[in-house]
């Protein structure tokens, strides 16, 4: 039996989700293809952090969907009384050895400066270079972007499967998509062999790490996801004021390096890491407590934490970083290939944040709007 839609999403994660959302608001009918038993299984695993969108080249896709994305995410939130709080985040030069002052000098401060003038250059709201405020802070000098926020992940995806329902969309969990072409997608169910057939003027491929499998069956070929690991200790207190601390990312190596995330749970947790894996699907935290806590006290005072308050490593997820034709890609990829199907390639963070957004431009892309 061939299913008829207007729109196939494939991959229910929190880009899905919009997309599917925003479909249906549309007027469109929407058909939603998972391959887990449950929607929304890889997003539980982010840090849930709302980025502002400051790291991101302007004009990049990465910065035009970062800032229209959280404020659409912050308005849904809103609409729905997720649990979130805009609690800003500091950005610190990191010190050269944990529990020291970093050096305060002139290249510090003009990294500082280059950082905020891309987040100006971005649009991102509430940015400036200030003296720091918080005892907890080991420098002098910080970038502090009041814009920044965390959410509640299960949550969020609880009120966005929701959404999704109450706007009529049909979800087809445990769905692996076996072949597609332009207005089809072939699918199975489970470890079956029957192939169910799906049809829609317009299809779009927001499969995260089985984004490039998904794409080559429409015929869009050199691109690869690699899966990286990247894995948090939680603390066993969290710092007295409700914010996120960040090391100043380095422009030459492009490591963010680790920062202490709070949750909307009362937890904190301090990473992540960065390891290459060989599977998908292999969730196990992994990382040493001695390198977690050494990066803590770069920005954080040392007295606050001692190492044995670092449990774990205690959580991870999977980023899917993007190569095309085995050279990294440091942006969103969106392409249509073949006419009316849309290919997200490469949505790793701040892919949470953007998610609305990214969901609106596959869709205008295709014509379902």
């Not at 061939?2 to 599917?20: E, H, P, S």
Request: charged share 20%.
């Amino acid at each position: 039996m061939k299913r008829n839609y207007d729109v196939i999403v494939i991959g229910g994660g929190v880009v899905g989700l919009w997309t599917a959302l925003q479909a249906a608001r549309s007027g469109k009918s929407v058909a939603l293809l998972e391959r887990c038993e449950r929607l929304g299984r890889m997003a539980t695993r982010n840090s849930g952090a709302l980025h502002g969108g400051i790291y991101y080249p302007p004009d990049s896709l990465k910065a035009l969907h970062c800032v229209r994305g959280r404020r659409l995410a912050v308005t849904f939130l809103r609409e729905q009384g997720v649990p979130f709080a805009i609690c800003g985040k500091y950005i610190v030069p990191a010190a050269t050895q944990e529990g020291e002052a970093p050096p305060q000098t002139l290249d510090a401060y003009a990294e500082l400066e280059y950082l905020r003038d891309t987040a100006l250059a971005n649009g991102v709201e509430d940015v400036a270079i200030q003296r720091a405020d918080q005892p907890f802070l080991l420098a002098e000098w910080t970038l502090r972007v009041g814009c920044t926020g965390i959410v509640d992940l299960p949550a969020y995806v609880e009120a966005l499967e929701r959404a999704v329902r109450q706007s009529g969309v049909e979800i087809f969990l445990n769905r692996t998509c076996v072949a597609g072409e332009a207005g089809r997608v072939w699918a199975s169910e489970g470890t079956t062999a029957t192939e169910e057939e799906f049809a829609a003027l317009g299809i779009v491929n927001s499969a995260g790490l089985f984004a490039d499998t998904v794409a080559e069956m429409f015929g869009l070929t050199g691109y690869e996801v690699r899966p990286n690991k990247g894995s948090y200790f939680q603390l066993r207190f969290p710092l007295p004021v409700q914010t996120l601390v960040y090391p100043l990312k380095s422009r030459d190596t492009g490591f963010l390096g680790y920062h202490y995330t709070p949750d909307m749970r009362g937890m904190a947790w301090v990473g992540p890491n960065s390891e290459w894996s060989d599977d998908k699907e292999d969730f196990t935290p992994t990382g040493d407590r001695e390198a977690f806590y050494k990066g803590l006290t770069q920005v954080i005072k040392k007295d606050i934490y001692k190492p044995e308050d670092l449990v774990g490593p205690s959580k991870m997820g999977i980023r899917s970083r993007l190569f095309e034709n085995g050279q990294s890609c440091s942006d969103f990829v969106i392409r249509e290939h073949p006419a009316g199907v849309c290919h997200l390639l490469g949505i790793e963070s701040p892919g949470l944040t953007s998610s609305p957004s990214l969901a609106l431009d596959a869709l205008a892309r295709i014509g379902a709007l």
